[in-house]
C-alpha cells in the first residue's frame, strides 16, 4: 500500500472505515474477529476506494474479511483511533470511523475467511476482549438505537 494514496483526517492520521455487524440472535450480539498478524479482536476495517462513500467501505470490508453481508447505517457512531503497520514497516495512527451492519446472512466464501476466526461476543463481552480503549468504549456502549 503506497501511503500516498491513502486518505488523511485533519491531524495527519490516516482514516480507515469499519463494520460493527450485529445481529439479535439471543440478544445483541457484536461479531469481531481476530487480524491476520497479531491475532488480537478487531472489527471487519479497511481503506477507502477512491470514490466510494465511507459507509459502502464498511460494507465491502464485512463481505471481504469476515463473509457478512446485511443494511448498513449511513451514519458513523464514533471512531477510535490505533496503530497501525504498513507493509513497508512503517507504523501510522489511523482514525477509524465505525458503523452498524445488520448480518442479514454469512457468504459460503469469503476472500479471508482461512485467515482469521470469528466470534459472537455481547457488546460489553467484546469491549473487555478487544485492545483499544476507545473501541472498547464504543463496544460497551453499543445499542440497538446506534443501529437506527
Not at 13 to 18: G, M, S
Amino acid at each position: 500500500m503506497d501511503i500516498r494514496q491513502l486518505t488523511a483526517c485533519s491531524e495527519g492520521e490516516l482514516v480507515q472505515y469499519a463494520a460493527l455487524p450485529y445481529r439479535l440472535s439471543g440478544g445483541l450480539m457484536v461479531l469481531l474477529q481476530t487480524s491476520r498478524d497479531t491475532g488480537r479482536w478487531v472489527l471487519p476495517k479497511g481503506w477507502p476506494m477512491k470514490g466510494e462513500k465511507p459507509w459502502s467501505a464498511a460494507k465491502r470490508e464485512a463481505r471481504e474479511e469476515a463473509g457478512v453481508v446485511g443494511a448498513i447505517v449511513k451514519r458513523s457512531i464514533g471512531s477510535f483511533h490505533y496503530p497501525k503497520r504498513l507493509s513497508d514497516g512503517h507504523i501510522v495512527t489511523c482514525e477509524v470511523h465505525v458503523y452498524p451492519l445488520a448480518v442479514g446472512g454469512r457468504r459460503k466464501r469469503w476472500p479471508e475467511r482461512l485467515e482469521r476466526t470469528q466470534r459472537w461476543f455481547t457488546p460489553e463481552e467484546a469491549a473487555h476482549v478487544v485492545q483499544e480503549p476507545e473501541l472498547a468504549a464504543l463496544l460497551g456502549a453499543f445499542t440497538l438505537s446506534d443501529a437506527a
